[in-house]
């Protein structure tokens, strides 16, 4: 084969391979090169109980991360997500909303694949590649249930490297619904998933620390929204460090609503919103608002006219005195629509 052939047919491939997003990841020592990715996945899980071979299984790419999985059988029902290398510190964060025992229910969940569990951890523990979420309520799986979910996909260094501060990887935000029903009589048994996935570097934000020394060279980061103006995090150390989120809009035409959601129980005590938060003409901000130390945002940003959201995962440990290297920030956004 002439050299001239072989770079024709490697050219593709090349392509191919960028075009799903393949990056470095941050696992393996070095500090991964920033990516652009932009792109929308969709895949769906549909059986019915009278089919020959019912394809119980839908995977799709997560770029620079790995891969996630939708999982709906007659004895299993759940969202897996596998890293690549689980030397980083992979999450997949996720707002479950369902019906239990007759009321609306929500519960938080970071599904975590990681080898360094703290700075302190000798590597000898962590998880496998691969980690879920369950969906079923009971086993053996209930008859009927639905619900729905969104949530973000995110990867950083181990806890036990610097954190990185501004994300460099692609995270992605996700919507999750499923619904099956007739489980307890096979042959008449029906089950569908659907996981819409929205990959865009252009639209996230993020900011990671592990330790208070690094905390005092990347206690703030800053991201340009094309077409809605700089977002501002800030994840200080101490009793008293802020740790909050905020817009400084392209146009002062410019408002935000959001959701926090903290924790597991009824819907009506774990979820808060806010809305209307308007344009401050001293600071040129919308915001700041708060972040949650254990929890999520949905985040609606409007400029101009045009209103998008944003899923937002924020885990905090910021008042250790006595350890301080066990302090961390770990906050990752992306767009959802």
């Known amino acids: 084969m002439t050299r001239r052939r072989l770079v024709a047919l490697l050219t593709p491939l090349l392509l191919i391979l960028a075009a799903a997003g393949v990056a470095p990841t941050y696992a393996g020592g070095t500090t991964a090169d920033r990516q652009g990715v932009q792109q929308s996945k969709r895949i769906v899980v549909r059986w019915q109980g009278y089919q020959e071979h019912p394809r119980y299984v839908q995977a799709a790419d997560v770029p620079g991360i790995g891969q996630v999985e939708l999982v709906c059988r007659p004895d ?6 596998r890293a690549n290398d689980r030397r980083a510190e992979t999450q997949m964060w996720l707002a479950k909303f369902e019906t239990k025992k007759g009321t609306d229910r929500v519960a938080v969940k970071n599904v975590r694949v990681f080898t360094y569990a703290t700075a302190a951890d000798d590597g000898q523990g962590g998880t ?16 009927f249930q639905k619900g729905w979910a969104y949530g973000v996909i995110s990867q950083r260094p181990g806890r036990q490297r610097d954190g990185g501060g501004t994300m460099a990887l692609p995270a992605t935000a996700f919507k ?9 009589y096979p042959g008449s048994q029906f089950c569908k998933m659907t996981l819409a996935l929205h ?13 208070d020394a690094e905390a005092e060279r990347r206690s703030v980061s800053t991201a340009e929204l094309p077409g809605f103006g700089e977002v501002v995090l800030t994840c200080e150390t101490g009793r008293y460090g802020e740790q909050s989120v905020a817009l400084r809009p392209d146009s002062p035409d410019a408002y935000m609503d959001y959701e926090l959601v903290r924790g597991e129980g009824l819907a009506s005590e774990r979820v808060d919103r806010y809305s209307d938060l308007e344009y401050d003409p001293v600071t040129g901000l919308v ?13 609606w940003w409007s400029v101009d006219g045009v209103k998008k959201s944003w899923v937002l995962s924020s885990y905090l440990v910021t008042n250790n005195d006595e350890k301080p290297w066990l302090n961390l920030c770990e906050v990752a956004a992306a767009r959802l629509s």
Do not use: C
């Not at 980690?131 to 209930?142: D, F, R, S, V």
């Open 199 to 211: 990959t865009d570097t252009r639209q996230q934000f993020g900011l990671s620390w592990h330790g």
């Open 176 to 184: 999750l619904t499923w619904y099956w029903e007739r489980f307890a």
């Open 76 to 81: 299993a029902t759940m969202v897996r997500i």
């Open 287 to 299: 915001g700041p608002v708060d972040l949650p130390s254990n929890g999520m945002m949905r985040i």
């Open 128 to 143: 496998g590649h691969q980690a879920h979420e369950g969906l079923n309520q009971k086993t053996p799986i209930e008859d």
